[in-house]
């Protein structure tokens, strides 16, 4: 099976990147988890060894290691689908594969036609005075990335990372989150099946391995979780100057214009929300619309979630919430907003959902600015209507908080979809409808200041996860000598000359 300290595991406790929302336990060691610090350590200087021994994976390689895992996809599909619908205690089979699967394959495939072009190195101007001196860039390989995956979408955001890593030529050590344990030991099973342990491994335990993990010397280290979380795997990387991507959160808003076909908003606000249940990074966590059409969006949201979820109470297209914990949470948020003076629209019979763990989207039109609901990433089909009375007042209430991952705009005003766009930060943004921009290999996906730093997807992900070493080419027939000392009034002459021409 490859890895052999893959194979003991931990109780179900919180991993690193669980946004706290694993089910009570009591952290154990990482030696009682079943993975020593030692373990770790010897783990990582195999692959280490095995680096130096093939510093520069040739493009043959490359994708013959991304065809492997198209064909662990492939080959595996119906393992993933029964651990993640296990895990989710019932999560649509059509959602996994939309929103996994498909992504995942086009992630690996589009790697596959591109990483020739990605590999070569790239020319660099170099300017008059140093004629006829070259410049290029050439993509470099790092080493050892690590990936500390969550538990929301365990499948692509565990495999997305590693083939930007394999495809750069590294090699790719993954712990993935405790709280979705049947889904780990699927992508355990399969990794250790389609590749060696000093190519890609997999390492599962609680929240100390994820701990022990976190602070390893890797060559980059990428975790997808809390903006919480993400500051102790900074900190912790810091310690080895490991860089890091982090892929956050936060409160992605949506907001609809004065000029926005109303209907065709809601319809895609709705799918976006409910989308895994609302436990989507990028969902939109909160919408902004003007006073005047408010009631109109409510009765918006009611007939597109009628049309997406028929008989919501009992379909299995619509998602479990992933722990009682976690159910918990939420409806503490809908509790303390109706206690606040929020009025509170369900769609769909929370009682009778409550037994199978799921809730329905529930709006709650113009919470307290202060309350919970409005301060923390929702992370659930719980969707806050937030009345505006300006455009202006809609781009200061996002810029109030902190940067987002998405930002949702709908309308038809190209004046004020640009004030959006330019007046604002977050790390991606679609416009006139949800989601879409995190699905594109061509457009980098992560966030900024609070949401996140660095990006990944795509040619943005293997040179995030190359070194882009430069290289100056200097020609046998360069006089250099010229502006070397001793100085002089020839000297002089050649730095006004340069002066006038950079």
């Not at 409806?331 to 769909?348: K, S, T, Y």
């Not at 679609?430 to 900024?448: K, Q, W």
Request: charged share 25%.
């Amino acid at each position: 099976m490859g890895l052999g300290i893959a194979r003991l595991h931990a109780p179900r406790v919180r991993l690193l990147g669980d946004l706290d929302l694993a089910d009570d336990a009591t952290p154990r060691s990482v030696e009682e988890s079943g993975v020593s610090a030692a373990a770790l350590s010897a783990l990582l200087d195999r692959q280490q060894r095995a680096f130096l021994a093939e510093p520069f994976a040739s493009l043959q390689t490359r994708k013959e290691r991304l065809k492997r895992v198209v064909s662990m996809l492939e080959t595996h599909e119906d393992d993933f689908l029964e651990a993640v619908n296990a895990d989710f205690g019932g999560r649509s089979k059509h959602e996994t594969i939309l929103a996994e699967i498909l992504m995942t394959l086009s992630a690996a495939r589009d790697a596959l036609k591109h990483v020739s072009a990605w590999m070569r190195p790239r020319r660099a101007p170099a300017p008059l005075y140093l004629a006829p001196a070259k410049a290029r860039i050439a993509p470099q390989p790092l080493g050892v990335v690590g990936v500390i995956s969550p538990w929301n979408y365990p499948l692509l955001l565990t495999l997305s990372p590693m083939i930007a890593a394999i495809a750069a030529g590294n090699r790719v050590m993954i712990k993935p989150s405790e709280l979705t344990a049947q889904t780990s030991e699927a992508l355990d099973r399969a990794i250790a099946s389609a590749f060696g342990e000093t190519e890609c491994a997999v390492v599962t335990g609680g929240v100390d391995v994820g701990k022990a993990f976190s602070q390893l010397p890797f060559d980059h280290l990428i975790f997808t979780g809390s903006t919480k979380i993400g500051v102790d795997i900074a900190r912790a990387a810091a310690e080895n100057l490991t860089p890091v991507t982090l892929e956050l959160g936060g409160k992605s808003p949506a907001i609809i214009d004065e000029t926005a076909d109303i209907q065709a908003a809601a319809r895609s606000i709705a799918y976006g929300k409910l989308l895994n249940a609302g436990q989507t990074c990028v969902a939109p966590d909160y919408v902004l619309a003007p006073s005047s059409k408010i009631d109109v969006i409510i009765q918006a949201m009611k007939s597109s979630v009628a049309k997406l979820y028929p008989r919501v109470e009992k379909t299995r297209d619509y998602s479990a919430i992933i722990s009682e914990r976690h159910y918990a949470r939420l409806e503490r948020l809908v509790d303390e907003a109706r206690q606040r003076g929020a009025d509170i629209v369900p769609v769909g019979d929370a009682a009778q959902m409550k037994a199978r763990k799921k809730l329905p989207l529930t709006l709650v039109i113009n919470p307290p600015k202060d309350c919970t609901l409005m301060q923390e990433e929702i992370f659930g089909p719980i969707l806050p209507i937030i009345p505006i009375s300006s455009r202006d007042d809609a781009i200061a209430t996002v810029n109030a908080k902190p940067r987002p991952l998405a930002l949702y705009w709908f309308g038809r005003d190209r004046a004020a979809r640009e004030a959006v766009l330019t007046q604002t930060h977050s790390g991606g943004v679609t416009i006139n409808d949800t989601l879409r921009h995190a699905a594109l290999e061509s457009l980098p996906f992560g966030g900024v200041g609070a949401s996140g730093m660095g990006a990944y997807h795509g040619k943005t992900g293997f040179d995030r996860l190359s070194h882009l070493k430069p290289i100056y080419y200097q020609s046998r027939f360069a006089n250099q000598s010229a502006i070397h000392p001793p100085y002089s009034r020839h000297t002089d002459k050649i730095l006004k000359f340069i002066r006038k021409i950079i």
